[in-house]
Nanobody
Framework: QVQLVESGGGLVQPGGSLRLSCAAS????????MGWYRQAPGKERELVAT???????NYADSMKDRFTISRDNAKNTVYLQMNSLKPEDTAVYYC???????????????WGQGTLVTVSS
């Protein structure tokens, strides 16, 4: 079984910072891309950022100047540093990992349970 567990969400004032973490655990053979997505109330889930096992990153245009994604492959963990937060960043942030559980299996998407980020004064 595979689990992705996010942490680091909470309430922050506009202009503040938060760092999210997501650790993948369980029967994992290898992880390809990891990433963060978010879903605001009444809106569809959207991409925040992704990072490959080699460190190549991809960001949503509206966030690339304020957010930084990184990962520790040895710990199967991905991070999201969020700076200059705005009220419109309020959302549930979900961790995603494309991984396989055996050497011959195909990569499949796994999701965390989400962590709430609220930006408000």
């Amino acid at each position: 079984q595979v689990q992705l567990v996010e942490s680091g969400g909470g309430l922050v004032q506009p202009g503040g910072s938060l760092r999210l973490s997501c650790a993948a655990s369980g029967s994992i053979f290898s992880i390809n891309a990891m990433g963060w997505y978010r879903q605001a109330p009444g809106k569809e889930r959207e991409l925040v950022a992704t990072i490959t096992s080699g460190g190549t990153t991809n960001y949503a245009d509206s966030m690339k100047d304020r957010f930084t994604i990184s990962r520790d492959n040895a710990k199967n963990t991905v991070y999201l540093q969020m700076n200059s937060l705005k009220p419109e960043d309020t959302a549930v942030y979900y961790c995603n990992a494309a991984l396989r559980v055996t050497s011959i299996g195909r990569y499949r998407d796994f999701w965390g349970q989400g962590t709430l980020v609220t930006v408000s004064s």
